[in-house]
Every structure is written in C-alpha cells, then in structure tokens.
C-alpha cells in the first residue's frame, strides 16, 4: 500500500515538474497553456458527474447549474471594495453549490432515468435563467474584469486533489453502496442501504466539484455570463463522461484530455464541432455502448511492477 502510493505520489510529481520545465522553456505557450486550463476543469467537471451518473447509476442533466453558481459566486466576492481571498471563494463557491444539490437532491432524486434527466436539466435552466435577471449579476451580459487568482500550479493541485476525493470516495463504503444502488437500486434497499441517503450525498459531492470548477474558471478567465452555463455546457460534460465509460474515473480523464484537443482544433469551426459531438456519441451508442474504458481503471501496476497491486 505504501509502494503504490509512493508510486503514484511520484508520477504526480514528474507529471507537474515535467510541464513546469516545458512553460519555462516556452515549449508550451498561452495557447497551449490555455488549453491545458480547459483539460483539467473538463477533467473535474467529468469525474465529479461520473461519481453521480456512472457510479451511483443516476442520469443527471444539470450540472452547468452547479458550476454556473461556483462561477459567480467566485466573481461577485472577487469583485467586492474588500475582495475575498481567491482560494477561499472557490471553497465558498463549492459549499453554495453542494446546498443547492442537497435541495434539489431531496426531492428530485425520488425520480428515476428520463424523469430524473429532465427535472435536473430543469434546475439548470433554472438557475442560468435567475441569474440572467438579476441586475446586481450583470444580467445577460454578465460580469467583467473578475481579478486572476490562479495559476498553472493552483489548477494542477485542485484536479489532482478533485481526482484524488473522488477515488477514494469510489473505494470507501460510501462508494460500494453507490455501486450497489448503480447495479440494483431495489436490492440493494432491500439489504439495508439507505438509497434516498447515498444518492442524494452523490449528488451533494458532484455539486461540489462542479461549483468548485466554476469559481476557478471565472477566476481564470475574468469573464462570465449566464449563456456560458446552459444546457450545452451539461450536454459538453456529459459527452466526456459517456465516452469515458459510465463508471471509469482513467476513462473521463482521458475522453477530458482528447475531447479538449478535439474542441481545441475546431475551435473555428463550431457547427462541425456539434456535429462531431453528436457523431461520436452515435459511433458510441453503436459499437461501444460502455464506453472506451466501460467501468475499469487504468492502473500504474501495468506498467511499473507494484506490490499488493492487482492489474485491471
């Protein structure tokens, strides 16, 4: 246990150290760097729907909601006469996000597949259309000139961390019960799983994430407006997370990675950029229903001899 940790602790540490060197040396420039921005908050968007649509077996559409909430709230205590300091808006942003998951959970949660997607996918249009009529939040033209608080290292440790709860929730006995509601919801009640309790507190952690990575994309990008967070943005997310694999954290991180540079090639093009999203989950649907990871985990034992680890 130990060894692998050890091991995975250092493969972090070349991961960051090894782009560190390539920014100082001007291989990766502002676009690249940009990009690799958008990569890692696709990566915490992703793993954090995964916990609640792949792992916990619920189909949430709303999770641009929970973000867009993260994001102001970063942008309006940023902005005050005393601004709040940048790392603890992100905190705040996650709380306010995971109070309002915790609202919604409770009753909509009760709802199971089609009617679940569509009262979530309600909560985010809800909430993208209450912020566009509040005047105090820019309205539809959102807020400007929102001051950068993070940088490249402050991003890297927030999805490693992000990356790092999530698994760990996966392999406690919270995770195990959410398996076994994913699997059979009925079953699994029927041996004593609380499921309105486990459902609802993935739903809580997933709004966390999801505001935590809207406060560090305003504090990033200095803009937001209200059309950033709507039904495409969820669409966005949840297109990572099924090719992926419904269930596989490696599985987002990579559909995070390629989907990003895909966007990223495209980016003059975004009626074709649609279209390949909407092609890619067809080809999906198709020929891989599961995804490209479908429920395992890429694991370092593969490729570096660890002890006490099985392959996957």
């Known amino acids: 246990m130990k060894k692998r940790l050890l091991v995975y602790s250092a493969f972090i540490i070349v991961l960051y150290l090894t782009i560190t060197l390539l920014m100082k040396i001007g291989i990766i420039d502002d676009y690249i760097k940009l990009n690799l921005f958008l990569i890692m908050l696709n990566i915490i968007l992703a793993v954090s729907l995964n916990l609640i649509n792949g792992i916990t077996g619920q189909f949430s559409l709303g999770h641009a909601g929970f973000m867009a909430i993260g994001a102001y709230t970063t942008a309006v205590l940023t902005t005050l006469e005393k601004p709040v300091p940048f790392y603890l808006t992100v905190l705040i942003g996650g709380l306010f996000a995971m109070i309002c998951g915790l609202i919604i959970g409770l009753p909509v949660l009760r709802l199971r597949g089609d009617y679940l997607a569509i009262a979530t996918l309600g909560f985010g249009e809800i909430i993208r259309v209450i912020i566009q009529n509040i005047d105090y939040l820019g309205g539809a033209s959102g807020i400007s000139d929102i001051p950068q608080g993070i940088d490249w290292t402050g991003y890297f440790v927030i999805t490693v961390l992000s990356v790092v709860v999530i698994l760990n929730i996966i392999n406690s006995s919270f995770g195990r019960a959410m398996i076994a509601i994913r699997e059979d919801e009925i079953a699994a009640e029927a041996m004593g799983i609380n499921t309105t309790l486990y459902k609802v507190l993935a739903f809580m952690i997933g709004a966390f994430f999801a505001g935590v990575a809207g406060s560090i994309y305003s504090g990033s990008f200095g803009f937001i407006q209200p059309d950033m967070f709507n039904f495409f943005k969820s669409i966005d ?37 649609m279209v390949l999203y909407s092609l890619i989950l067809i080809i999906i649907m198709l020929f891989r229903p599961q995804g490209l990871m479908g429920t395992k985990e890429i694991r370092l034992s593969k490729f570096i001899p660890i002890g006490g680890e099985k392959n996957a």
């Open 237 to 273: 997310i949840l297109v990572i997370v099924v090719l992926g694999g419904l269930g596989s954290i490696s599985g987002s991180i990579i559909s995070a990675i390629v989907l990003t540079i895909i966007s990223a090639l495209l980016q003059d093009y975004p009626a074709v950029r």
